[in-house]
């Protein structure tokens, strides 16, 4: 390999961790976002269905993003916080939607019969490729605009393969530990047959947690999305706010800034996600009482 060749795979590297390091929020949120899809599924089923969202969001990034993206940049970049918007609010929907679940309130497509592993894996390559937008958007802005063309390619190949391989590498783990626990039970050794019931009976607190942190996530990031991106288009108005009250707890250290700006884009993004799904519900309530109405006729 000739000295020039290294050098430009070294910008490539170099280029494409500093990128990625300001991608970790949201890395982190669609870690914990998708194992609530494998949850319910036979053992034998899940590293193939965890594998087969891992190619989902390769598709997403490399067939769907990645050229889009920077087509946008080159031709057209006001359209891409619209494209933000419409998936943050996306995000927001879903997330209210599990949260009106967990107080007994049952949504159509939340039928067992529709929970087939198809629409399992469509769902969660649905998400991710709201996530992974954000994730490959953040490192294309993070990169130096004299980059050029070809190695601010390469460095997005990079971000989306090393991001990919993470965050499915520890989701696939996720959902096997309590296999490993159950081996672990099986050892002559006393302490690891402990440990490994230990893990086994911790498994199902620990997924309660992945789902509340995955939903909690979807909420923030979606309203973190089209809280700034609304600023940058049309309405300042929810991004003021934010402002004000991040600026109002400032003296108090950058880690409770931090907090007070997640907790309000949580907040409107559980709120814009209610609005949505009362107005789903609405129109689904409308549309029964049509039917046999229709069906009388």
């Known amino acids: 390999m000739s000295v020039g060749l290294l ?3 070294d910008d490539i590297l170099t280029a494409a961790l500093k990128a990625s390091a300001k991608t970790a929020g949201v890395v982190i949120d669609d870690a914990a976002v998708t194992p609530q ?3 319910g599924l036979t053992p034998a089923r899940e590293l193939p269905v965890v594998w087969k969202i891992a190619l989902g969001s390769l598709v997403n990034k490399f067939v769907i993003i990645i050229p889009i993206a920077l087509l946008l940049t ?3 970049p006001w359209v891409l916080p619209f494209l933000l918007i419409i998936g943050g609010t996306y995000l927001c929907f879903e997330g209210a939607e599990k949260v009106t679940e967990w107080f007994g309130v049952h949504h159509g497509e939340g039928d067992e019969e529709q929970k087939t592993e198809k629409n399992l894996v469509f769902g969660a390559i649905r998400t991710d490729l709201i996530l992974s937008t954000e994730i490959m958007l953040i ?3 993070s990169l130096d605009p004299d980059f050029g063309i070809w190695l601010t390619l390469g460095a997005l190949i990079v971000i989306g393969l090393g991001m990919t391989l993470l965050v499915y590498g520890a989701v696939a783990l996720l ?3 309590d296999d490993i ?3 672990f039970m099986k050892s002559a050794s006393r302490g690891v047959r402990r440990f490994g019931a230990r893990i086994v009976a911790a498994m199902p607190a620990v997924f309660r947690v992945i789902s509340i942190v995955g939903t909690v996530a979807m909420l923030w990031v979606g309203g973190h999305l089209v809280i700034a991106n609304m600023a940058e288009t049309f309405w300042h108005g929810p991004y003021d706010l934010v402002h ?3 600026h109002a707890v400032e003296a108090a250290g950058p880690v409770v800034v931090w907090l007070a700006d997640t907790a309000a884009s949580l907040v409107f993004g559980l709120v814009l996600g209610m609005i949505i799904v009362a107005i789903l519900m609405a129109i ?3 549309r029964n009482r049509n039917q046999p109405a229709s069906a009388a006729h």
């Open 7 to 9: 050098a430009v795979v």
């Open 37 to 39: 899809y494998v949850q």
């Open 74 to 76: 080159a031709f057209a």
């Open 139 to 141: 490192a294309l802005d």
């Open 175 to 177: 959902v096997k530990i």
């Open 181 to 183: 626990g159950l081996r």
């Open 244 to 246: 004000v009250i991040t």
């Open 284 to 286: 689904s309530r409308l």
